[in-house]
């Protein structure tokens, strides 16, 4: 079984900074697709970013961007020009191709201080 | 458009009664997803609708839980007997039928047995 693994329960950072949100996770398959959800304290998930594993061209979205590592099974968030709003649980998820359900890893607490 | 919406957004019960969730999906999406996230933890996959097929329901705890979901319509999450490690967030998401479809989350029912 697939699992997904945040080795940091909580972050912090300065506003205007960049902080960066470590995930690893371990599979047999090699198709399959990453994504990292946000999750304010409205609950509501949010995705952020998405990675498709046959890409080797690390997504971006704005001020948003991954690290993909396909071999060491590590996938990375870096949160450039940090804002107040981006403060939240953030959870990095893993879907295989085959299966549409989400595993997901235990999440980071990010804080954003002014 | 609408997002996805859960009712009740809050639900107190007492240990040994049965409770039913409900989730209603953005319109047009025919895949349907229950998840549970207990306090401090990540989101378990529960079971998943696709349209007319069989149901995944590979994630279902025990056989106390059951879904419903009749089309591409409102889905309902019943637990019976429910007992004090059934508090969680369950959260609903709904998506397209294409592989790379992003799921909308809703945001959650907070379940507290007492």
């Known amino acids: 079984a697939q699992t997904v693994t945040q080795s940091q329960p909580e972050m912090s950072v300065q506003e205007a900074e960049t902080v960066t949100l470590s995930c690893t996770y371990d599979?047999?398959?090699?198709?399959?697709?990453l994504f990292w959800y946000k999750q304010p304290p409205s609950r509501q998930m949010i995705l952020v970013i998405r990675?498709?594993?046959?890409?080797?061209q690390n997504a971006t979205e704005n001020r948003f961007s991954v690290n993909f590592q396909k071999a060491a099974k590590s996938f990375s968030l870096k949160i450039s020009d940090s804002q107040l709003g981006d403060a939240a649980m953030y959870f990095c998820?893993?879907?295989?191709?085959?299966?549409?359900?989400?595993?997901f890893g235990k999440g980071t607490k990010l804080t954003v201080n002014p | 458009g609408a997002g996805v919406s859960q009712s009740p957004s809050n639900k107190v019960t007492e240990k040994g009664k049965d409770v039913e969730l409900r989730c209603d999906p953005i319109?047009?999406?025919?895949?349907l997803y229950w998840y549970r996230q207990r306090l401090g933890q990540g989101l378990e996959f529960l079971i998943y609708?696709?349209?007319?097929?069989?149901?995944?329901k590979s994630g279902l705890p025990s056989d106390r839980f059951s879904a419903e979901r009749t089309g591409e319509s409102v889905s309902t999450l019943t637990i019976q007997r429910t007992q004090q490690e059934d508090s969680a967030v369950y959260l609903c998401?709904?998506?397209?039928?294409?592989?790379?479809?992003?799921?909308?989350f809703g945001p959650g029912t907070r379940l507290t047995v007492t």
């Open positions: 609708f696709q349209g007319n097929s069989a149901p995944d």
């Open positions: 599979t047999s398959e090699s198709d399959y697709y």
């Open positions: 990675q498709e594993a046959y890409k080797q």
């Open positions: 998401a709904s998506g397209l039928q294409g592989a790379l479809s992003e799921q909308y």
């Open positions: 998820a893993y879907r295989s191709a085959l299966r549409r359900k989400l595993v």
């Open positions: 319109s047009g999406h025919t895949a």
